[in-house]
């Protein structure tokens, strides 16, 4: 990777900081070499601080720090994209975002899965998932495979809606099933995502 540090009389250029799992931008700060040298030998984002005139780790002070997943570099070799793991709010002020904006994926399926979650924790007689909850894992499991036969045999007839139907129904249920378990629909990503580098 080649970063072109000399295009700037200071010898900063700018890091674009990414939430790789909600591919939120969290921030923007300034690195040299030695605060890029840093950050990819101890896998903790460290920025050039231009006001404290010193390198400067985030999260050194209030242990937010931002864990590295990966770093690339544009096509002018000026500026870092820099995927990260957040811990704890990014922004001084306790947002999520230097933006104040919550560092939430916006995708439908990472809300419909906060929804559930939500249902799992503040339980509510009317709510069908919080009854599906109570009732324990194994309800869970059985309304998964029951869906999973419905879906298959849609599959075999040309109803497109009830086919659609019934796979909205797997999916939510199994939304459902990886809360119950403890996981969350990008722990599915990321096995997906490692398969696919396997070829």
């Known amino acids: 990777m080649q970063v072109n540090f000399q295009k700037s009389p200071d010898g900063l250029v700018p ?6 799992r909600t591919q939120k931008v969290l921030m923007l700060g ?8 840093k950050t990819l030998a101890g896998k903790k984002v460290t920025f050039y601080s231009r006001s404290k005139q010193r390198l400067w780790t985030k999260g050194e002070e209030s242990g937010n720090f931002l864990l590295l997943e990966d770093v690339k570099v544009d096509c002018d070799n000026d500026t870092l994209l820099i995927r990260v793991q957040p811990v704890g709010p990014v922004c001084h002020t306790g ?4 933006w104040n904006e919550d560092n939430v994926n916006e995708n439908f399926l990472y809300q419909l899965e ?3 979650a939500d249902r799992r924790a503040n339980p509510s007689e009317k709510s069908y998932t919080a009854s599906l909850f109570a ?3 194994n309800k869970i499991a059985q309304k998964v495979g029951e869906e999973a036969v419905e879906l298959v045999i849609e599959a075999k007839d040309d109803n497109e809606a009830l086919f659609l139907n019934e796979g909205a ?3 939510f249920h199994y939304l459902i099933l990886l809360n ?3 996981y969350q629909l990008n722990d599915i990503v990321k096995v997906l995502e490692g398969r696919q580098k396997k070829g």
């Open 135 to 137: 009732k324990g894992i």
């Open 30 to 37: 300034y690195m040299n070499q030695e605060a890029l040298d």
């Open 180 to 182: 119950a378990k403890g």
């Open 15 to 20: 890091a674009i900081i990414q939430d790789a």
């Open 114 to 116: 906060r929804t559930i």
């Open 95 to 98: 947002s999520g975002t230097c």
């Open 169 to 171: 129904d797997l999916l």
